[in-house]
């Protein structure tokens, strides 16, 4: 079915069971602590592998002389060196293939240029260091602020890069009070914990990859469309995947290098990016230089909102990091305008990372609301509340659901709001300048086509199988919820299998559609099921019961494994969008308020506590929920204090690219944090009435912190991260 009417009451919503929104552990957690889930770089159902070592480029720009692979190839235990001069034809980028090693040209620092295969990783990695490239050095664009003026349109994605709506220029110049500043956030890696690995192997002409990808059946067809090969011919395996964050959307380097060398030595290659090479190899977040204008009248209500946002990526990428997005339908002005533009720099791709848009956007938008409101002498909440829309202002439809100002109040009553003090550097504790800061959070609700498959057996279990992945969120626990409410089992009897394009087709994990779309897709199956079980009973599909393993009328029960039999009963479904995602405009909204601490002599920052707020239809899970919630707030605060992918101005290398000198937030940085979901279910999102979660949290989050940290010490800083550098030399007159 697709979504084009509303969902109407279903066994979800009378939860008979009681196992929607239940804090169910994960039930694949047992697996994990004891090291039975198998991750990418783990499988050897195929023998004995062989292993690769990429060697990257050691500069930004320009062309390869000469590659010398003669003395690697010497080396024992190296079975081939492979360059672009032995790679087999390969499909081209704009047919949806990710070709590797394709000619001479250099594009960016770490670009892949050779890899060598051998009977162990040490004498791989050995043999890579033997590898002699002479490179033509070009010079090369590495700063985004030197390549903004010769930022062009971006072609359209999933929106449109620019919008307007009346005449913002007149609107914004008589606006009596004003907001007009520069934000600029940094390039950020996404830090996930497994780095990109692949195990390729082929049997004839079938190829199968167990790599870790959050998107099967994308990764499925770009793999098919690089070796210019069926897709029936290519499997792809991903059943447990150590964090994504967006980095695993594409297929990357590991995945086509490995599979090509396996195909031309005929034995299983294994490969996997050390952490120095996730960072130039695979994708990062853009930095941005964003410019918000707000203009409202004396009573704080917006007459003009404008966001325009600049961004960067390689020569021939359109992706951007759309920044402003978020503006067309967080607040009410009848004068609109947003733009993106994408400058060219010689960089590694840029890609999406956790809330793509949002994360970055809201950091300043959110901190203009909080500029505008101290310039009305206006609550922050007021503010916003006075521009509370009645409708989407831009694409003039109905809301689905929102409660953005249900968020904001209810986490203003638990936090203590109405204690903070509007005049900034007034609340002391011994040396530390104490301040409050709240942000809205918004996120865009989606739904992607996926399929699955629902089974009941002999033995009374059911089986569920989609090509869904669980990238460490709880896919395999919300769906098991999902099928054992449906049909009336234990989730014990309940197997969930995911990670295999074996499976039916399903949409995968990202941009925060997993739950939604798989869940639907398992919901789908199951309710199809319900339907032939019912009827082979006998019963009423209708009024037909499920509980206990054992489907009723009333009068009469058969148990699930009797009406099974010998051969099984299966059943398919698939969800999809429709005319609703037109219809309405379907967000997730939240509010954060956070307490600062800035020491008045060193400028350290420490966050004291952290209260979110969310609104995102309904709960399947409270614990997998909250986790996802708390990881986003945890994401917010490192892109508001810490987090720094620094290109080298003079070679193009990010120069902090590890996790020594990369920092995210460890656990000393983060206090205890606290979650509280409103009750809401959203009939016009998907079957369940659920919306995405994973990337809410982030949206807004850093945003907290820096009108935090304005509120303690007066120092207004909109250059992100926020550190004590840019604190100290202002901080005397404040202290």
């Known amino acids: 079915m697709d979504m084009s009417v509303p969902a109407g009451n279903n066994p979800i919503d009378d939860n008979r069971q009681g196992l929607i929104g239940k804090p169910l552990d994960r039930v694949d957690g047992h697996l994990k602590v004891t090291g039975q889930a198998t991750y990418a770089y783990e499988y050897a159902e195929a023998g004995v592998p062989l292993y690769g070592f990429v060697v990257t480029a050691t500069i930004a720009k320009g062309r390869i002389r000469t590659i010398d692979t003669r003395t690697a190839e010497r080396l024992a235990g190296v079975r081939l060196v492979l360059t672009w001069r032995d790679m087999p034809p390969q499909g081209r980028k704009e047919s949806g293939a990710a070709p590797q090693l394709v000619d001479e040209q250099v594009l960016h620092f770490g670009q892949p240029v ?29 700063d985004l602020a030197a390549a903004k003026d010769t930022a062009r349109t971006p072609k359209p994605g999933l929106q449109a890069p620019d919008s307007a709506l009346g005449d913002f220029g007149q609107a914004f110049a008589s606006a009596p009070v004003q907001v007009d500043e520069i934000w600029s956030t940094p390039h950020q890696s996404h830090a996930m914990m497994e780095p990109h690995a692949t195990l390729a192997v082929w049997h004839g002409d079938q190829l199968t990859l167990y790599t870790s990808n959050q998107m099967l059946t994308q990764a499925q067809a770009t793999i098919a469309h ?23 959307l594409q297929v990357h380097a590991d995945a086509i290098l490995a599979a090509a060398a396996a195909r031309k030595l005929q034995r299983p290659v294994k490969l996997a990016l050390t952490r120095q090479q996730v960072f130039h190899v695979t994708t990062h977040r853009s930095a941005t230089i964003q410019r918000v204008r707000l203009g409202a009248d004396q009573q704080g209500r917006l007459q003009a909102i404008a966001h325009e946002s600049w961004s960067g990526n390689t020569e021939g990428e359109n992706g951007y990091e759309s920044a402003a997005t978020q503006t067309r339908s967080l607040y009410a002005a009848p004068n609109r305008q947003t733009a993106h533009r994408l400058a060219t720099l010689d960089l590694p791709v840029a890609s999406a990372m956790r809330a793509p848009g949002e994360a970055v956007g809201l950091l300043a938008l959110e901190c203009a609301m909080d500029e505008l409101a101290e310039k009305l002498k206006l609550d922050p909440i007021e503010l916003r509340r006075r521009n509370e829309p009645t409708v989407d202002p831009e694409r003039h439809v109905p809301y689905s659901v929102r409660q953005l100002v249900g968020c904001m109040d209810e986490g203003a009553r638990r936090f203590g709001w109405d ?50 992945t669980d990238i460490g969120t709880g896919s395999y626990t919300v769906f098991t919820q999902v099928a054992a409410e449906m049909l009336g089992v234990p989730p014990a009897r309940v197997k969930m299998l995911l990670g295999d394009t074996e499976f039916p087709a399903a949409a995968g994990s990202g941009g925060s559609f997993g739950a939604a779309s798989g869940g639907s897709a398992a919901f789908e199956a199951c309710d199809a099921l319900r339907q032939k079980l019912a009827l082979l009973a006998g019963f009423d599909p209708a009024t037909a019961l499920f509980a206990n393993g054992m489907v009723s009328n ?49 400028g350290e920052i420490r966050v004291r506590r952290m209260l979110s707020v969310f609104a995102a239809g309904r709960i399947l899970n409270q614990k997998t929920a909250r986790s996802q919630a708390l990881g986003g707030m945890t994401f917010g605060i490192g892109a508001a204090l810490m987090e720094d992918t620094a290109p080298d101005p003079h070679c193009g290398v990010f120069s902090n690219h590890d996790l020594a000198q990369y920092h995210v937030p460890a656990h000393a940085d983060v206090p205890e944090l606290e979650v509280v979901f409103l009750p809401e279910t959203d009939d016009k999102a998907n079957p369940l009435k659920i919306k995405g979660i994973g990337e809410l ?20 800083v909109r250059d992100y991260p926020v550190t004590l550098d840019k604190l100290l030399p202002y901080l005397p007159a404040q202290a």
């Open 697 to 716: 949290g982030i949206c807004g989050a850093g945003a907290a912190v820096a009108n935090a940290i304005y509120n303690a010490c007066g120092v207004r």
């Open 226 to 248: 690089t070796f210019q090969i069926e897709v029936t011919q290519v499997r792809v395996v991903s059943r447990y995947i150590g964090g994504g964050f967006g980095a695993k």
């Open 114 to 142: 050779a890899l060598v295969v051998a009977e162990s990783f040490e004498v791989a990695r050995a043999g890579a260091a033997l590898v002699s490239v002479d490179y033509e050095a070009a010079p090369g664009v590495y």
């Open 554 to 602: 009333g009068q009469q029960s058969r148990s699930l494994a009797s009406l099974a039999g010998a051969q099984g009963v299966e059943a398919a479904g698939a969800i999809g969008p429709g005319d609703l995602a037109r219809k309405f405009s379907q967000q997730a909204y939240g509010a954060h308020f956070v307490e600062v601490g800035v020491d008045r002599d060193t």
């Open 419 to 468: 204690r903070r003090n509007p005049v900034p550097a007034q609340v002391r504790d011994g040396r530390w300048l104490v301040g409050l800061g709240m942000a809205a959070a918004i996120r865009s609700n989606f739904l992607r086509p996926s399929q699955a498959t629902a089974r009941v057996d002999s033995d009374g279990m059911v089986t569920i199988k989609m090509a869904m």
